[in-house]
């Protein structure tokens, strides 16, 4: 089993939409969890940070943090086609003294006008 | 402020030669990380810097790759005597303390022929 699991898509929804995207892991110790978004060709930006359990909503987004079952999810709210693009989950732990860093392998979103 | 800043932005190499690959972080952030993205595919850890020391280099694909930061800035990413496997985006990023968000800049392209 992977560390963490997230579903390639490609994942196609019309605009206005309601996305969501999520993540599993296996590993209990991470903590911190992370959204990115990634334009073809550019480097990953920072969307949602999260710690613990629960909610976070900014704006459209809401990332939600279920630590018991071990899954993660980023909701996207009124899709608009600049939302196209792939987004990755990531999370990290502190492990005998070194961090340990994961990606999922990214979901591509397309939002259709 | 400026962001992460990697250069060059392209670098197309003859198999066998070495390259070298340069981050600049944003100011003050003492955590520092590489990783590598093959097209289509997730980012793969390679390495990360707390200040100038990197407790952990078992992410290193081969001892073909180093990396260095210096003056808990700028970073770079060796590798030598490139192979064609080595062609992929290498992205830095930095985050103000480990465990605290990343930001990303735009990527090396490295392309190996």
């Known amino acids: 089993q992977k560390e963490v699991e997230q579903d390639p898509g490609p994942l196609s929804v019309p605009e206005g939409a309601i996305v969501s995207l999520n993540c599993t892991y296996s590993n209990s110790a991470f903590q911190y969890f992370m959204w990115y978004r990634q334009y073809s060709r550019k480097g990953p930006e920072l969307l949602m940070y999260?710690?613990?359990?629960g909610n976070k909503e900014d704006g459209r987004f809401t990332a939600q943090v279920d630590k018991s079952s071990k899954y993660i999810s980023l909701f996207i709210r009124d899709s608009q086609p600049s939302d196209s693009a792939t987004y990755l989950c990531a999370m990290s732990a502190s492990l005998g003294g070194s961090e340990k860093l994961v990606f999922g392998k990214g979901t591509k979103l397309t939002v259709n006008p | 402020g400026a962001g992460v800043s990697q250069s060059p932005s392209n670098k197309v190499t003859e198999k066998g030669k070495d390259v070298e690959l340069r981050c600049d972080p944003i100011s003050g952030h003492t955590a520092l990380y590489w990783y590598r993205q093959r097209l289509g595919q997730g980012l793969e850890f390679l390495i990360y810097?707390?200040?100038?020391?990197?407790?952990?280099k078992s992410g290193l694909p081969s001892d073909r790759f180093s990396a260095e930061r210096t003056g808990e800035s700028v970073s770079t990413l060796t590798i030598q005597r490139t192979q064609q496997e080595d062609s992929a985006v290498y992205l830095c990023?930095?985050?103000?303390?480990?465990?605290?968000?990343?930001?990303f800049g735009p990527g090396t392209r490295l392309t190996v022929t």
């Open positions: 810097f707390q200040g100038n020391s990197a407790p952990d």
């Open positions: 999260t710690y613990s359990s």
């Open positions: 990023a930095s985050s103000l303390q480990l465990f605290y968000e990343q930001y």
